[in-house]
């Protein structure tokens, strides 16, 4: 069975690709970018090549050379680098899977295929088995995100008896807004150090209520600092202080869901906090609107959530 250093725990950032105007990868800031979560947010485990990170929108050459330099850069400074390694072939999810075990990940993770889906548990389990089993020397993570995938197998039924069929399952990522589900997975296997990686930024103090072991998140990138001291606050039993720091980025949050929230914007706003270029997102998505930049900025002076004194124009200019 795997065995990770330890129970992957507390903040987990989904990481951002950062990427050229021409749309290549810029793998020179990521060192940068290392330092930046450490020492300013302290955050020290990765979510490489999620959601926010366009796993899905890079080849597998590129997400492989992706991996491997988050996982170059942060030896010795983070502590848990997770490879998102889904893909809707099963055949290029293995050959991730192999990688980030070649290379010296932590973990991987997987979401279901959502083209040709899998249509009740024990198929998914039965895919979910076949990528494990590429990497049978590193903890394994399921990423529940029905939204995305429209896979709508709940997280619960997934998790009874998952052990037995995946020995390296180590826990879950769930990116979704169904708490019933989540306290179920955290009731149901209390007697298992599973990790209960919670994904939605906004309602994590109630994940936490619930028995969430962790999250894992794009506002973590930027709001990690202030996420921490929700944390720390949950830990010490100061519930009105954390439901404070949950309202506070709350506020930001739902400021930014109204002008529209999602990997482009991510990207813009980690630009215009930490001053590293992110780039533009990979098509599809769009790049956002300089008057985006601007309502985001004064948001969050508004707010005294940040140290503003780095901001400069120029990172106005690169992420608009």
């Given at each position: 069975?795997?065995?990770?250093?330890?129970?992957?725990?507390g903040l987990?950032a989904?990481t951002?690709?950062?990427?050229?105007?021409?749309?290549?990868?810029?793998?020179?800031v990521?060192?940068q970018?290392?330092?930046?979560?450490?020492?300013?947010q302290?955050?020290?485990n990765?979510f490489?090549?999620?959601?926010?990170?366009?796993g899905?929108s890079l080849?597998?050459?590129e997400?492989?050379r992706?991996?491997?330099?988050?996982?170059t850069?942060?030896?010795?400074?983070l502590?848990?680098?997770?490879i998102h390694v889904?893909?809707?072939?099963?055949?290029?999810?293995?050959?991730?899977?192999?990688?980030a075990?070649k290379?010296g990940?932590?973990?991987?993770a997987?979401?279901?295929?959502?083209?040709?889906?899998?249509w009740?548990?024990?198929i998914?389990?039965n895919f979910?088995k076949?990528?494990?089993?590429a990497?049978?020397?590193?903890?394994?993570?399921?990423?529940?995100?029905?939204?995305?995938?429209?896979?709508?197998?709940?997280?619960?039924?997934?998790?009874?008896?998952?052990?037995?069929?995946i020995?390296?399952?180590q826990?879950?990522k769930?990116?979704?807004t169904?708490?019933?589900?989540?306290?179920?997975?955290?009731?149901?296997?209390?007697?298992?150090?599973?990790?209960f990686?919670?994904?939605v930024d906004?309602?994590?103090?109630?994940?936490l209520?619930?028995?969430?072991t962790?999250?894992v998140g794009?506002t973590?990138?930027y709001?990690?600092?202030?996420t921490n001291q929700?944390l720390e606050?949950?830990e010490?039993?100061?519930f009105?202080?954390?439901?404070?720091?949950?309202f506070?980025?709350?506020?930001?949050?739902?400021?930014?869901?109204?002008l529209?929230?999602?990997?482009s914007q991510?990207k813009?706003?980690?630009?215009?906090?930490?001053?590293?270029?992110?780039?533009p997102?990979?098509?599809?998505?769009?790049k956002?609107?300089?008057?985006?930049?601007d309502?985001v900025?004064?948001k969050?002076?508004?707010l005294?959530?940040?140290?503003?004194t780095d901001?400069?124009?120029?990172?106005?200019?690169?992420?608009?």
């Amino acid at each position: 069975m795997a065995s990770p250093k330890r129970r992957l725990q507390g903040l987990v950032a989904a990481t951002i690709t950062p990427m050229t105007e021409h749309g290549e990868i810029n793998f020179s800031v990521i060192g940068q970018y290392v330092d930046y979560l450490v020492e300013e947010q302290g955050v020290k485990n990765i979510f490489v090549n999620g959601t926010t990170g366009e796993g899905l929108s890079l080849s597998i050459s590129e997400r492989c050379r992706v991996a491997e330099e988050w996982v170059t850069r942060g030896r010795n400074k983070l502590d848990q680098i997770v490879i998102h390694v889904g893909a809707l072939s099963l055949k290029e999810s293995q050959e991730l899977a192999q990688h980030a075990a070649k290379i010296g990940a932590d973990g991987i993770a997987v979401i279901a295929p959502f083209f040709l889906k899998p249509w009740n548990k024990d198929i998914l389990v039965n895919f979910l088995k076949e990528v494990a089993a590429a990497a049978p020397a590193l903890p394994f993570y399921y990423y529940h995100i029905p939204a995305l995938t429209g896979v709508k197998i709940r997280a619960e039924e997934l998790l009874d008896g998952i052990q037995e069929k995946i020995p390296t399952f180590q826990g879950l990522k769930f990116s979704d807004t169904d708490l019933l589900d989540f306290g179920q997975c955290v009731d149901q296997n209390r007697q298992r150090q599973f990790a209960f990686l919670f994904g939605v930024d906004e309602q994590l103090l109630s994940a936490l209520v619930m028995g969430a072991t962790g999250a894992v998140g794009s506002t973590y990138n930027y709001l990690g600092k202030k996420t921490n001291q929700m944390l720390e606050a949950f830990e010490r039993k100061d519930f009105s202080s954390a439901l404070n720091y949950q309202f506070c980025i709350q506020r930001f949050i739902n400021f930014v869901v109204k002008l529209g929230f999602g990997v482009s914007q991510t990207k813009a706003i980690m630009t215009l906090v930490s001053g590293i270029p992110m780039g533009p997102p990979r098509l599809p998505l769009q790049k956002v609107s300089r008057e985006f930049t601007d309502h985001v900025e004064a948001k969050l002076k508004s707010l005294d959530f940040l140290s503003f004194t780095d901001l400069k124009d120029g990172n106005l200019e690169a992420c608009s």
